[in-house]
């Protein structure tokens, strides 16, 4: 085993710098003269300034092909960035209502006319435009310099820059007809100076270990990822220790430095549920993530988007392709193993239009709940060179914010000359300038600091060879309520600007971590068929994606389980600065660019090196959550039970199909079935899987929202099951189904509906048993129910349900016992029988379901058996009052809060034993103050599921702290998967799952929850 030092990358490419003035070099391809419209053309945008030691060449081929992006305005700028602002500033009345997925066009993007002129204006001119993208903001051009000359009006030379590449740029402004100019904020790709770098600092450390390491046994995603042995012996044979040279996640994790460890080993917080998209403009190496995973024991989901056709280039740690890459990947799986990884690949070398395409799909997909990119270009050369980009980049991060989406980005490794490059000299090295995209007002910029043993010791990265980007933007600023700068002003601040009244230049970074590649982190990268190569590397793109995996942990916490992700973070971290770790040492002042001043200096409070510190994540995640106020609290309506969708029947569909694997059927539930057309928030509907051809699940959501993690109904092939699901509603008053596997048809009825309209308000109860025909409970004998029999069942004036005033009753209702395959069907006494059903089961199975069912007007609910004879058991979990007293229904995006399997929400992987109690906290972080929404609800909305049992049994779930109920809630046998919604009521900060025989692991998603306000 061999230990090298490798020089810093040859794929942190410098580019040029470009010169005060543009210089028209070679000869150009000649544009052609406008007809006799040629006094109606207007310019769009500028053309670029020149790189200084850009050498002239020939003209371009007319042939060569060029993708160009038409990029538009907003429809209403304005307005815009005000909503950005109201969802994103805490005490905003908007704060975290983002928009729905897919919602961006309609709602903020131009006017259709808008784009139908542009898109008549480029056809006249001889170009053929491709439809306009999903977020409305750009039309996308295929086309060839030559056409582009013409339609365009512009000439474009020839250039070679100092690294070798052969570039193009138009030599004037493009042209349109002036009522297309005014929608156009510019058209990008009219150059292709812009060469995007990585911000890292190159492999430095590299050891080599023999290929088949042997690796970790694969840990739940619970605990911080440690080193395997081979690997630990490794680094020490060679003299490199943890916490000095290097820092792995274990450490990082640890309470004296960034303190996620309390997320993992007392939460199970492993960002499951959360996906986490990354940047990257290479590919990277599936054998390097396979290498970490294994030595780690992790085994974290990496998936790659290619967008305009990818890279191409093969990863290889000699020419430093894929480092970038395994760095990003493999810090946000060491902290983080729960989270989905996404990479968007942009094509090796990607021009302006490819790099911004790139970031477009990212927001577009909406898929993704953070972003993280490290890569960036110095503001003064983007400037120069494609201003256009600057302005797109800030729509769609925008867009970003407007969805919920946190975009983090590094800061640079320049220090405060963000346009100096290491071995190359351009006109801006020495000067102060700040990088992009951190400097985009809508991202969250991640400085670097100097870290070792602990966070105590932790100053502002600056080695010489590279520093913690940090300065003052001169193209963006902050204005008015949107201004989440405006109390600080870090120690150098200037106007570089030219800030309007009120307003102030754009200050970065905002946050920072470690970075400095004398004590960077340890990646997996580079194979040469003998040995799996270690390299510890450093730069503000290790700080980034670590940041990235803190939010994803917050993201997916309890605390913020209730209303989402935190989106656009940057408001909200500036009002709770003092959690954060103040660094107050160093500069990022750096020699060798040439720049002879001292700043940035770091000191007490914000500043210009390292932002307002590094984080404590456990401190962080309960403000950061607990800002966002509750959801609308809405009241319950009851109506008559009636069926919506019967895929059998063509009802609520087209069609007599099933639903196929990866289908989403689109559900429209307001406007019907006594359901208002409006101020609906969710739906209670009984689904119902029959006829599946596979194993699979059901998933239920609301239109326009990404699907989330959760499931609400599991079947294995051949299985007619039911269960209750209360669903948020989407905007247009529609819920999304979606089947995973095989083809499955589909049945829902419709039980009531929360509106924030009058209604009635729940109060939970201690579980109790009301009936038990098996044992003469709520009925005279022990008489199973007959095949087209009805029973009564009284059910207020006991059991803590009030004699008047209730309007339904909240029942889990379990049919055993059964001679013959049926159904049960509940609904109040006094009233025709439903064409639904709430209960489907075969004969010989024991199932329970969840009902709300409407009472009668004598206090009676009526239960029906289709076929052959079944003993039914019903227990009461809480009721509906018109009283006035009770509490409001919040919807929340649907969460995974529990799944044993692999930790998480739990601080271990062990299914529940017999006879045992597991106990789910509400909560993230021990001590007071932290009173999320669901740690001081009166009961919440679940779906809990029921797995990998190894005897039969059944599940009750109640309030922590009591007496166990009785009553059940979920009943099994052996090997079956089965779920079951659970409304439950909450006791302080955590819920009890008690399993009475065998083990079974236990999955449990929230939907909702009921508190007063």
């Not at 997925?101 to 001119?125: H, N, R, W, Y």
């Not at 042995?229 to 994790?253: F, K, M």
């Not at 994606?545 to 803190?550: D, E, S, V």
């Not at 499931?711 to 299985?719: C, E, T």
Request: hydrophobic residues 35%; aromatic residues 6%; negative net charge.
């Amino acid at each position: 085993m061999a230990l090298s030092v490798a020089s810093r990358t040859g794929r942190h490419r410098p580019v040029g710098v470009a010169v005060a003035a543009a210089i028209a070099l070679g000869v150009s391809i000649a544009q052609v003269p406008a007809a006799s419209a040629a006094s109606e053309l207007r310019p769009v945008g500028s053309a670029p300034v020149v790189p200084h030691d850009a050498v002239r060449l020939a003209s371009p081929d007319a042939n060569q092909q060029v993708q160009l992006s038409v990029e538009l305005s907003p429809r209403d700028p304005a307005a815009l960035n005000a909503f950005v602002t109201a969802v994103s500033t805490p005490g905003s009345p908007q704060y975290h209502q983002y928009l729905p997925k897919g919602q961006f066009a309609a709602t903020f993007g131009p006017a259709q006319s808008s784009i139908d002129t542009v898109t008549a204006a480029l056809k006249a001119e001889g170009l053929n435009p491709d439809p306009v993208s999903a977020d409305g903001l750009s039309i996308p051009v295929h086309t060839t310099l030559g056409e582009a000359a013409k339609a365009l009006h512009v000439s474009f030379a020839g250039y070679r820059l100092h690294d070798g590449r052969t570039t193009f740029a138009n030599t004037a402004p493009a042209e349109l007809p002036s009522n297309a100019a005014t929608a156009v904020t510019g058209i990008v790709g009219l150059n292709d100076f812009v060469d995007p770098e990585p911000h890292n600092t190159g492999a430095g450390k590299r050891l080599a270990a023999p290929a088949n390491t042997q690796g970790s046994p694969v840990q739940p995603n619970v605990t911080t990822a440690s080193y395997c042995s081979d690997i630990h012996n490794l680094l020490t044979s060679n003299g490199v220790t943890d916490t000095v040279d290097y820092w792995e996640p274990v450490s990082l994790a640890a309470s004296s430095v960034y303190n996620t460890s309390p997320l993992y080993s007392q939460y199970g917080n492993n960002g499951a549920g959360v996906n986490v998209g990354v940047f990257e403009l290479e590919n990277y190496s599936t054998a390097d993530v396979a290498a970490f995973e294994k030595c780690f024991g992790v085994k974290t989901s990496v998936s790659a988007v290619k967008v305009d056709g990818g890279p191409t280039l093969p990863a290889d740690m000699n020419t430093g392709v894929g480092l970038e890459s395994a760095l990003d990947i493999e810090v946000l799986a060491g902290l983080a193993p729960g989270i989905g990884i996404t990479v968007y690949q942009g094509p090796d070398n990607a021009n302006s239009t490819q790099y911004l395409d790139t970031y477009r799909r990212m927001v577009t997909d909406d898929t993704v709940q953070v972003i993280s990119t490290s890569w960036g270009v110095c503001e003064a050369d983007l400037q120069d060179w494609d201003p256009s980009l600057r302005s797109a980049e800030a729509n769609v991060f925008a867009a970003a914010a407007a969805q919920g989406q946190t975009v983090v980005a590094a800061s640079g490794d320049s220090g405060s000359t963000g346009c100096y490059h290491y071995g190359y000299t351009g006109p801006y090295d020495s000067q102060l300038n700040a990088d992009d995209p951190a400097a985009q007002p809508n991202v969250l910029a991640v400085g670097g600091t100097r870290m070792t043993s602990s966070s105590a010791s932790q100053s502002t990265w600056n080695t010489q060879t590279g520093a913690s980007g940090g300065g003052v933007s001169k193209y963006s600023q902050l204005s008015g309520s949107a201004n989440y700068q405006s109390t600080v002003q870090g120690a150098g601040y200037s106007d570089a600007c030219g800030a309007a009244s009120g307003a102030t230049c754009r200050q970065v970074p905002d946050v920072s971590a470690v970075a400095d590649p004398n004590t960077g982190y340890l990646i997996a990268n580079g194979q040469d068929g003998a040995s799996q190569y270690w390299t510890i590397i450093g730069g503000t793109s290790g700080s980034a994606p670590l940041w990235a995996a803190i939010l994803a942990l917050t993201d997916a916490s309890h605390s913020c389980a209730a209303n989402g992700a935190v989106g656009l973070v940057n408001p909200a971290l500036y009002q709770h600065a003092s959690l954060l770790k103040d660094i107050t040492s160093g500069s990022n002042a750096l020699s060798a660019s040439g720049y002879t001043g001292s700043l940035y200096a770091a000191g007490t409070g914000y500043d210009l090196a390292t932002g307002l510190g590094t984080p404590n994540a456990a401190n962080l995640v309960e403000p950061l959550c607990a800002a966002k106020p509750a959801s609308v609290g809405s009241s319950f309506s009851p109506v008559a039970p009636g069926r919506i969708l019967d895929t059998r029947s063509a009802l609520g569909t087209s069609g007599t199909a099933p639903l196929g694997a990866g289908a989403t059927l689109k559900l429209p539930v307001t406007g019907t079935s006594g359901v208002p057309s409006s101020g609906v928030t969710a739906v209670v509907l009984n689904v119902t899987a029959t006829e599946p051809t596979d194993s699979g699940f059901l998933t239920l959501y609301p239109d326009g929202q990404p699907r989330p993690a959760s499931s609400n109904l599991n079947f294995v092939a051949g299985q007619t099951i039911p269960n209750l699901v209360t669903v948020p509603v989407g905007a247009n008053g529609t819920v999304d189904i979606y089947n995973r596997f095989g083809t499955v048809h589909v049945i829902a009825d419709v039980f009531g509906y929360y509106s924030t309209g009058s209604g009635s308000l729940y109060q939970p109860l201690t579980p109790a048993r009301v009936l038990d025909t098996r044992s003469a409970i709520g009925v005279p004998t022990k008489t199973p129910l007959g095949t087209g029999a009805t029973m009564q069942l009284p059910v207020t004036g006991s059991n803590g349900v009030p004699s008047t005033g209730v309007t339904a009753v909240v029942l889990n209702v379990t049919a055993t016992e059964s001679t013959d395959g049926g159904f049960l069907t509940l609904y109040p006494d006094g009233q025709t029988r439903p064409a639904s059903s709430n209960l489907n089961f075969v004969a010989g199975q024991t199932i329970p379901n969840l009902v709300i069912v409407p009472v009668g007007a004598n206090g009676t609910v009526d239960i029906y058996n289709r076929f052959g004879t079944v003993h039914v058991i019903a227990d009461v979990f809480g009721y509906f009052t018109s009283s006035g007293t009770g509490y409001k229904f919040h919807t929340s995006a649907p969460q995974r809060l529990l799944d044993t399997r692999s930790g998480q929400g739990v601080s271990s992987s062990n299914p529940v034993g017999t006879d045992s109690v597991l106990q789910l906290p509400l909560t993230d972080t021990s001590g007071s103050g932290n009173a999320g929404p669901l740690s001081t609800a009166a009961a919440l909305v679940l779906n809990v599921t029921a797995t990998e049992s190894t005897d039969g049994g059944f599940l009750t779930v109640y309030p922590s702290g009591v007496a166990r109920p009785s009553s059940s809630n979920l009943n099994f046998v052996q090997g079956q998967t089965i779920p079951n919604a659970v409304v439950t009521a909450v006791n302080g900060s955590a819920i009890d799952f008690y399993n009475r025989f065998g083990t079974v692991h236990v999955i449990a998603d929230v939907f909702g929850y009921y508190s007063s306000n």
